[in-house]
């Protein structure tokens, strides 16, 4: 049982504490509610490339990481489509430090030009070296577009054009500050050897002084069904072809999520899901295969991909994937198999609450979507799925017309 | 108001505190278990350690196969049944070859302890190497390694492994296509009863360890002994090449990876510590010198660092990048220029107060629960070294000065020795 407190300041931050003794650290992350899904369609990449930028200082700490250093702290941070989420561990007796550090990049950024210039080609060089240096770097490049037509996840956060990144000006870069960065739109978590407090001591001494502001309405356009089979293929220099697979699924709240979580555990949960344990070990068709969520707020996908042993064709892999998926729509899994797939919940549940970050960052997260008692019992959630919810959903979501396909083939001979 | 009225607040001293020592047991054949019994969630990590890394192969491949192939099935279990086993039970297991040693790491749920360890004494101890399931991983793993030569990441890597310990060594030599078409199940067979032997084992626990571990681990593994095959010493040697400068050509490529280090002292010398603070200045951390020219000033690289790390046989250092091709050059003319610095200027009073504070707060992360706990102690144990170790490092980071920073410099970075290799 993680026991936390929350709380608000008069600003809008809202405060969540958990106290773990037995850790020498405490761990702090703010999680702000802006994401890649909050941008320009003409102007992407700047919610990851902004926070590149949060780390270029202010008027009155100009370099971010040496106090914190100084401190014995450690940070870093991440952007995905939904959020942007900084953190930072650091010895009990320092954490005062990072109050001050935060508070301070929330109050105001000092723009430069040279930092801006610096991390637009940081990011560049990021962008080459995860996508488009990489064998297979571009498929979810390809994908997503495939998918979505309107909704902003159509992109990814990296950017949906290297020119984008390049072509941002200051301007841009302040206006998505003010419009993004505030109290009020941002969770402040706090994990280790902290007692609830102090932390609201801190908080309010630190915080409270940082002025609300008005956050740009998020007014994103709705996905519509699809209602066609969508298919691509594209040639690469790659040594293995692979097969890309996308299915349009609920929002990250909605009931079904949980059961397609499971669903995926069942398919790709470990060595003995199913698709490695027919496809990879049985008929030896992918030398690897996998299945996951996006875990995105907004309706998110169910994504799947394999890469095919040399000499296999790409449609019989592809016809052998859905006969796996149509047993799952026909047939009850066993009961032994779905009592298996809630048990591995429940013990990567538990690994997760043994460091003290994950809980920051889960607790943090779980606020976000208005339910932080859910680092509790998201378990049970899992728990009252059903045999007979694995086959509607699988029904109601697994289907070709929902679909978007990626024949990612090997041009390679040798 | 502004926060920047506010001043900053005092950093007080990092204490790294008292290590917990392990705990250790003796089961009845001999085989250490080192008990860490610390944790707030019921759970725990056993680590199996065996010296049967690849240090100890005839031929590239072996020490990794013979361990991927101990969960392909046993005397009592086949593959999918032992993989099914593990997950219904809720484990997470991780099978692992290294340079000098192999093993597995399971974390499991405690109420079902008894059954993991039942499984564990199968997979570690009655393997059966069946030539189907061999012969299925060794195409999957030429498949995999197809993708890993696409990276330039790896190719670099690897021909930096190759160019400083040479191509006659397991440290150094490389994988070829032809290598995974050598392996049958009797070297492995020769591999497993050689290696993974009682006397050859050694057992890390860490987490809220029930009360019964002792026992139990008793009555799996405490009846398992060495089997009496002589074992020839190995005769390879390490070597470094004599070519220090070598590009593996990767056409298309849009980045080249970089490469640059050489063999050196490992964690048994005394200048280790030493060696391992100067490493942090030149690249170790976020505001290394490196990172500061090369990534936030230049913007040449998404990231740059350099390491410091040890094998039983040798340590090595190695800076590594990947920078687009028009500035690769730029970016290794850099890279001997803040090494000369480092040889040439004593580092200023604020960056050392910097880098000694975070190595020490980094030292408490080291220990921060039991499992950072048991890896930690396990980074000493393998080099029959103990957490004085811990002590003598956290001494050495207050008291280092800037003339031993530029001493060591001079001694363990001379350029002309650094091997310097790019892909792309």
């Known amino acids: 049982m993680i026991k936390f407190y929350r709380f608000s300041l008069e600003n809008g931050l809202r405060v969540l504490v958990h106290e773990d003794k037995s850790s020498p650290l405490v761990a702090m992350n703010i999680l702000y509610d802006v994401g890649s899904r909050d941008e320009n369609p003409e102007s992407t990449g700047l919610a990851h490339l902004f926070e590149h930028l949060m780390f270029g200082g202010t008027s009155a700490i100009p370099d971010y990481d040496k106090p914190l250093q100084l401190a014995g702290g450690e940070n870093n941070a991440f952007t995905n489509s939904d959020i942007t989420d900084y953190y930072l561990t650091v010895p009990e007796t320092n954490i005062e430090t990072g109050f001050w550090l935060e508070s301070d990049r929330m109050s105001g950024l000092d723009f430069s030009h040279k930092n801006l210039e610096t991390q637009k080609s940081v990011v560049i060089e990021e962008f080459y070296q995860r996508y488009l240096n990489q064998p297979y770097g571009d498929a979810m490049l390809l994908l997503k577009p495939m998918a979505y037509k309107i909704h902003p996840y159509r992109w990814m956060t990296i950017g949906r054009d290297i020119s984008h990144v390049e072509n941002v000006n200051l301007d841009e870069v302040k206006d998505f500050f003010y419009s993004h960065y505030a109290p009020n739109n941002a969770i402040l978590t706090l994990t280790g050897n902290i007692s609830p407090d102090r932390a609201f001591m801190l908080a309010n001494k630190w915080f409270s002084t940082v002025s609300k502001r008005m956050i740009k309405p998020r007014k994103l356009p709705e996905e519509p069904v699809q209602n066609e089979e969508r298919r691509m293929t594209v040639e690469r220099d790659v040594p293995a072809t692979a097969l890309y697979k996308g299915w349009h699924i609920g929002k990250r709240d909605s009931k079904d999520y949980y059961v397609l979580d499971l669903i995926t555990d069942l398919l790709a949960g470990g060595e003995s899901g199913r698709l490695y344990t027919k496809l990879v070990r049985e008929k030896k068709l992918f030398s690897e295969i996998n299945a996951y969520l996006t875990s995105d707020i907004d309706p998110g996908m169910v994504i799947l991909y394999g890469r095919l042993m040399k000499g296999i064709d790409i449609q019989y892999a592809e016809e052998s994937v859905n006969k796996i998926l149509s047993n799952l729509k026909e047939r009850y899994p066993a009961e032994k198999e779905m009592e298996k797939v809630k048990n591995k919940f429940e013990s990567s549940t538990i690994l997760s609450n043994t460091n003290i970050l994950n809980k920051a960052m889960n607790i943090s997260f779980y606020e976000l979507l208005g339910n932080p008692d859910l680092i509790n019992n998201e378990v049970d959630e899992y728990k009252k799925t059903d045999r007979k919810m694995v086959a509607e959903v699988s029904q109601k979501f697994l289907i070709p017309t929902n679909c978007s396909t990626l024949y990612y083939i090997s041009t390679r001979k040798d | ?424």
């Open chain 2, 1 to 424: 108001m502004s926060n920047s009225y506010r001043n900053q607040p005092t950093v007080r001293n990092i204490d790294l505190g008292k290590i917990p020592e392990p705990r250790l047991f003796i089961l009845r054949n001999g085989v250490p278990v080192y008990l860490i019994n610390a944790g707030t969630e019921d759970i725990v990590r056993m680590e199996f350690i065996f010296g049967a890394g690849n240090k100890l192969e005839d031929l590239p491949l072996v020490a990794s196969s013979t361990n991927m192939m101990l969960s392909e099935g046993s005397r009592n279990f086949t593959a999918t049944e032992l993989n099914r086993l593990l997950d219904y039970y809720g484990t997470f297991y991780n099978l692992a070859a290294e340079k000098d040693r192999a093993g597995i790491v399971v974390i499991l749920i405690n109420r079902h302890l008894e059954k993991i360890l039942e499984l564990v004494r199968e997979i570690l101890f009655r393997p059966l190497f069946p030539v189907k399931e061999l012969n299925a991983l060794m195409k999957k793993r030429l498949s995999w390694y197809r993708i890993n030569c696409d990276k330039v990441h790896v190719l670099a890597t690897d021909q930096f492994f190759e160019s400083i310990f040479g191509k006659r060594h397991p440290y150094g030599r490389k994988v070829h296509e032809d290598d995974f078409s050598k392996i049958h199940p009797s070297l492995l067979m020769d591999f497993h009863s050689k290696y993974y032997t009682s006397g050859n084992m050694a057992v890390i626990v860490s987490g809220k360890i029930p009360r019964q571990t002792t026992n139990l681990l008793n009555s799996f593994f405490g009846d398992i002994f060495n089997n009496n095959i002589y074992i020839e010493q190995a005769r390879n040697q390490l070597k470094g090449e004599a070519t220090k400068k070598v590009n593996v050509n990767k056409p298309g490529a849009l980045q080249s990876a970089i490469r640059i280090g050489s063999p050196t002292i490992n964690k048994r010398h005394p200048d280790y510590p030493g060696l391992k603070i100067l490493n942090m200045i030149l690249g170790g951390y976020f505001s290394s010198r490196l990172m500061k020219n090369i990534r936030e000033d230049k913007g040449y690289t998404y990231g740059i660092s350099s390491s410091v790390s040890s094998f039983d046989l040798s340590g090595f250092k190695m800076i590594s990048a990947e920078v687009s091709k028009k500035n690769t050059q730029k970016a290794i003319d850099e890279i001997y220029r803040e090494i000369r610095l480092l040889q040439t200027e004593p580092v200023g009073k604020d960056e050392l107060d910097v880098v000694r504070n975070y190595m020490l707060g980094e030292m408490v992360r080291m220990f921060d629960g039991p499992f950072a706990i048991a890896e930690s102690f396990k980074s000493v144990w393998e080099f029959d070294l103990d957490n004085s170790y811990y002590y003598r490092f956290a001494d050495k980071i207050k008291t280092i000065g800037p003339d031993e920073i530029t001493s060591l410099a001079q001694t363990y970075y001379n350029i002309d020795e650094l091997y310097e290799i790019t892909a792309g």
